[in-house]
Every structure is written in structure tokens, then in C-alpha cells.
């Protein structure tokens, strides 16, 4: 990578990609800086990516509006504009509608776009299928065969789909199984006779159910557990100061110096929430010092616990879950499906247990899956294969170093490759709420336009882009697939 890139290919246009440009370009302003930001992405809209496209007005966001700024040096940002958007309808400790954050962030990106500085956004809606590594940088190919050769990328690609392993065959293909609630439309198109089984107790569990949940239809949703994420208090909390935790330590002694921690929160507190919150500071630097093993044994016997207790629901959704479970019309349970038999109008299930159930639709809110090497992405796909992107050794998202670059396997080059959100919790593993992600996107972009002083005065290889001309030309004129 030429070491002032003037072209970069952002692939994602969910929160991540959107944060990642808007800094690249705010950054570009600060240096007077001629950069070229490629924003990739099929999705019509630009944004929303999957959290925020629902229309929903019950689909919360699960962050105070106060946390969810675009910008980590400005946190009031989200909640100002709100206040433009509808003056005195809303305060920083209120949990809004999802879809008002989606146009918040076209709306950051289109604020970058307008402001003074000389750089450029070029979005394009297509699927990057394959990247590979050039003299220049890389080079991008999208769905339509068209090449797209940048200084560096950002892979921006977000929570991987649900993970479909444990649905028993003969349901995988029938349309009365629904793999991934948030694909667009795909809820309207459940058949909508008889009761629906959902699998997973978590956040989209929540959010699911509550939209199916009508008169005359029981929502059953089961998961191993059946453990329900907890709510958010209702009235603001005050902070305490994180633990003092020797990140050395093992993991019992962690989990041990943790719950007298949060029990020490609850007695000067009122509130074990308190004692979690504080936490954030010091997660990551405690997950990074944990041994492999330790890492592994957390996954497996810690993690539920953890999600249900740090991704908490707002109130309304947490009351609203509660009346329907008191009318009937939601039940939530442990359980595990070991056979499903699709038949012409219902799907016959049998769980571990020996229960027996019979459903009109079984819909998969199990979230997303964090194996890459299971995803059904042809760019992640190709990335493995040839070496450029490694799984994390935790088995959470890809490899990647400090920076966010992606680490190649054994005996191969790094590329010009970095990514953010959701795919960097084997790092980090918190890496998936916007809190987390506008500090990554912050971060990136300055490493990205490292050479703050030199970037204006060292752009000589214009003739190594594609020329220059609307953004359908240079694709056709790119490097050929
Ligand atoms: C239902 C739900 C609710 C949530 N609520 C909150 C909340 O209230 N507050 C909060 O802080 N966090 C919330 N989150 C966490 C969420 O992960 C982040 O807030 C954020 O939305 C993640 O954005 P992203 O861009 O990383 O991922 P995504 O939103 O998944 O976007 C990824 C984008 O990449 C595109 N893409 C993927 N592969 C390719 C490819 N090969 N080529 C081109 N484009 C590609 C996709 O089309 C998609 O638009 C929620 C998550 C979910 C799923």
C-alpha cells in the first residue's frame, strides 16, 4: 500500500462502513486531502445495514440515545439531532425507534459528503465477491464482474447470519422455516397459520416476537438455556468506577473478583447493572489477557450469562415482552430441537426432552453466528482460501492486529486489508454496538491517512487508478475481473 492512500474501497454500508466513511472523508476535510471513499453494498439504502432497516416502530434501539453519537468527540451528535428532528420528543435516556437511527446515519455520511473538504464519496450497490492483493493496494471484484482497485479496503461486513448446523434437514429447505428473520420481507412471507416456534431466547428473540405475537397465536421460542435478556433499569443509573482486576489473572479468579464486584455495585448502588456497565473499560484488556483455554472456557460456559446481563432491553420492550407472556400469547422455555417434520399445513417438532410440538412456521433468531469459515460469503470465502484473512483462533470473527488489518496466514503478506464491528470480536469481544464501533471507525481512519502532513503533497500516482469520470466509468475501466 502506497503509504498516503488517496482511494479507499469501503465494503459494508451498514453502521460500520457508513462510520468508516463519514471519518474517512471528515478526515480528508481536516487534512485538505483528495480522497477518493468507494462505498460498496447491495442494500438500496445506505446506513441501515440490518439493525436499523426495520420500520418497526417497537424495534428499539438497546443503547440510551445519549451512547449511540456517530462521533466518539462528540457525543451529544445523535441526540441534537433528534432534537432537530422533533424538537422535545426525545432525551439522551431514551431507547428510539431503530429506524430513526438508520436515517441519523445516512444523514452523518450525507453531512460528511456536503462539508468543505475535497474528498469524494462514490457509492456503488453491489456485492464484493473476491479481493486480491496488487502492486497498489487491492483490488475489489463485484457481483457484476467489474474490477475495483483501491490504495486499501475496509471490510465492513457485519454480524454474519444465523447459523443454520443444528436445523435437522428435512426443514432446512421448507418454506415453513424462516433462517433469517432480518432478511427483507422475509417475515411477511411466513405462513401464517397456526402457532410459530422461535429458536433463540435472545435480543432478536425479543424483537420477533413481539411482531408475530397476536390474538389466537401462542409464540413459543426455546433455546438450551431459555435464559431471557434482562432489562434495562428505568430510570438512569449513576457509575461506579471499573474493578480493579489483575488482567493476568485466570478466569475463575476473574469471575470470582467479578461477582463480589457487581455484588459491591448492588449493596452502594441499588443496582447490579451498575457493576456491569463499569465493566467496559476494562473487558477488552481482560479478554486479551486471557489464556486460550481461558478465552475457550468462557465461550462455553460464561457467554450466555454474560449476553443476557451486558445486552440488556430497553424497558418498553422488556414490559411489553411481559404482558404477553402474562396473556399467554408469548412462552418462553429451555429446550432443544432434535427432529422437525414439515407436513403440508404444520411442522411436527420433537425436542430432547421427549416434548412433542406442532407449529405453523419455526423461525432461526439463534443471532449471528461468529464462524467465519461457516459463512456463505464468497469475498470471506475467498479471502480464507487464499490465505489473506485468517479465522480468529477463538473462533469469534476473522484475525486481525491491533489496528484492525487482517492477518494472513502463516507465510503470506498482509494486504491492504482492514475491518471493524462485529468481525473483530475474537480481538476484542465486544465489537458489535455502535458505543464500540464509532471509536474503531475513528481510529481506522486515522490509520488509514496516517501521514497527516504528507498526504496532500504525495499523491504522484494518479495514473495507477482507474481515470477518473462518473463512478460507472471507472468500474468499466478498471482492472478487468
Ligand atoms: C437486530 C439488531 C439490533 C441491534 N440494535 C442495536 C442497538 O440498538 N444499538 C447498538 O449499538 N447496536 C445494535 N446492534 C448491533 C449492531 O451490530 C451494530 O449497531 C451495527 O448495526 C453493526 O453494523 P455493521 O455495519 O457492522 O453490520 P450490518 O448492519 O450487518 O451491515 C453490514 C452491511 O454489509 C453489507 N455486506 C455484507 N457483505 C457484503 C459484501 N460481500 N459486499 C458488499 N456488502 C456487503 C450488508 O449488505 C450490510 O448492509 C443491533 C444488531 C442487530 C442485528
Known amino acids: 500500500m502506497p503509504e498516503t492512500p488517496r482511494r479507499i474501497a469501503v465494503v459494508g454500508a451498514g ?20 480522497l477518493e471513499v468507494w462505498l460498496v453494498d447491495p442494500a438500496p439504502t445506505t446506513g441501515d445495514g440490518v439493525a436499523y432497516a426495520t420500520t418497526a416502530a417497537h424495534h428499539l434501539l438497546n443503547v440510551p440515545a445519549g451512547r449511540m453519537s456517530a462521533y466518539p468527540d462528540a457525543p451529544h451528535h445523535f441526540v441534537r439531532w433528534l432534537a432537530r428532528r422533533a424538537p422535545g420528543a426525545h432525551t439522551g435516556d431514551d431507547y428510539v425507534p431503530r429506524a430513526l437511527y438508520g436515517e441519523y446515519l445516512a444523514d452523518v455520511l450525507a453531512t460528511a459528503v456536503s462539508g468543505p473538504g475535497p474528498g469524494h464519496l462514490h457509492r456503488v450497490h453491489e456485492r464484493v465477491v473476491g479481493a486480491r492483493r496488487t502492486d497498489h493496494g487491492v483490488t475489489l471484484t463485484l457481483g457484476s464482474g467489474k474490477a475495483l ?23 432446512r429447505h421448507s418454506p415453513r422455516y424462516l433462517p433469517d428473520p432480518w432478511t427483507p420481507g422475509a417475515l411477511e412471507r411466513l405462513p401464517c397459520d397456526g402457532d410459530v416456534l422461535l429458536v433463540g431466547t435472545g435480543l432478536t428473540m ?30 438512569p443509573l449513576s457509575a461506579a468506577p471499573p474493578p480493579s482486576i489483575d488482567p493476568g489473572a485466570d478466569i475463575r479468579r476473574i469471575r470470582r473478583a467479578l461477582l463480589s464486584h457487581i455484588s459491591a455495585c448492588r449493596r452502594t448502588h441499588g443496582d447490579w447493572r451498575v457493576g456491569i456497565d463499569s465493566l467496559r473499560p476494562v473487558t477488552t484488556e481482560l479478554w486479551q489477557h486471557l489464556s486460550p483455554a481461558d478465552q475457550a472456557h468462557f465461550l462455553h460456559h460464561d457467554q450466555s450469562l454474560w449476553n443476557t446481563h451486558r445486552h440488556r432491553i430497553p424497558p418498553a420492550s422488556a414490559r411489553a415482552l411481559r404482558d404477553e407472556i402474562d396473556a399467554g400469547r408469548i412462552q418462553v422455555a429451555s429446550g432443544e430441537i432434535t427432529d422437525a417434520i414439515p407436513t403440508r399445513d404444520s411442522v411436527q417438532i420433537r425436542l430432547r426432552d421427549g416434548r412433542t410440538l406442532s407449529v405453523g412456521a419455526v423461525v432461526n433468531c439463534t443471532g449471528p453466528q461468529a464462524d467465519v469459515r461457516r459463512m456463505d460469503d ?24 491491533p489496528s484492525g488489518r487482517l492477518n494472513p496466514a502463516d507465510g503470506t503478506a498482509p494486504a491492504a486489508l482492514w475491518t471493524l464491528g462485529p468481525l473483530r470480536r475474537g480481538a ?16 481506522l481512519a486515522a490509520t488509514l491517512l496516517a501521514s497527516e502532513s504528507g498526504l496532500h503533497m504525495s499523491l504522484p500516482h494518479r495514473s495507477a487508478f482507474a481515470p477518473s469520470g462518473p463512478p460507472e466509468h471507472q468500474l468499466a475501466s478498471g482492472e478487468p475481473a
Open 149 to 171: 482497485p483501491a490504495d486499501a479496503a475496509v471490510l465492513a461486513l457485519g454480524n454474519p447470519p444465523p447459523c443454520n448446523v443444528w436445523v435437522p434437514p428435512a426443514l
Open 206 to 235: 425479543v424483537d420477533i416476537a413481539l411482531t408475530l405475537s397476536r390474538t389466537g397465536r401462542a409464540v413459543q421460542a426455546i433455546s438450551r438455556h431459555g435464559l431471557l435478556p434482562q432489562p434495562h433499569a428505568e430510570s
Open 378 to 401: 464468497p469475498l470471506v470465502a475467498g479471502l480464507l482460501t487464499t490465505g489473506l484473512a485468517t479465522p480468529d483462533p477463538t473462533g469469534l470473527g476473522l484475525h486481525t492486529t
Open 428 to 443: 476484542l469481544l465486544e465489537s458489535t454496538a455502535v458505543p464500540e464501533i464509532r471509536v474503531q471507525a475513528h481510529a
Open 15 to 34: 453502521a460500520s462502513g457508513t462510520l468508516t466513511a463519514a471519518q474517512l472523508l471528515r478526515r480528508a476535510a481536516a487534512l485538505q486531502a483528495d
